[in-house]
């Protein structure tokens, strides 16, 4: 069963960090581009940061550009987050998804499997 699991949610205060993983299981994704996304109560899923098969190219929302660093271990079958400098507006369900090609997408459709999601809370 291909499988895709997120972890390292929570809460955090405004200005804090914290660093989502992936862990991919059922299968290699190792050529496959993996995303990010994340979704606000009463607001569409919405694309965060991507990274391409190999690792050597990445994609991100101007909202989390500089913030926000994606990573991948092809090795491990998995998959990270690294966000600084939190705001509340960040606050979401966020979500980890493999794409069905080798390289960057920021839709949606263009990803077929998906994680459960993890939640972050960013106080004031």
């Known amino acids: 069963q291909v499988q895709l699991v997120e972890s390292g949610g929570g809460l955090v205060q405004a200005g804090g960090s914290l660093r989502l993983s992936c862990a991919c299981s059922?299968?290699?994704?190792?050529?496959?581009?993996m995303a990010w996304f994340r979704q606000a109560p009463g607001k569409e899923r919405e694309f965060v940061a991507a990274i391409n098969w190999s690792g050597q190219a990445t994609r991100y929302a101007n909202s989390v550009k500089g913030r926000f660093t994606i990573s991948r271990d092809n090795a491990k079958n998995t998959v990270s987050l690294q966000m600084n400098s939190l705001k509340p507006e960040d606050t979401a369900v966020y979500y980890c998804?493999?794409?069905?090609?080798?390289?960057?997408?920021?839709?949606?459709?263009?990803?077929?499997?998906w994680g459960q999601g993890t939640q972050v809370t960013v106080s004031k």
């Open positions: 059922g299968r290699t994704f190792s050529s496959n581009a």
């Open positions: 998804a493999a794409d069905t090609k080798p390289y960057i997408s920021i839709m949606k459709d263009a990803y077929a499997t």
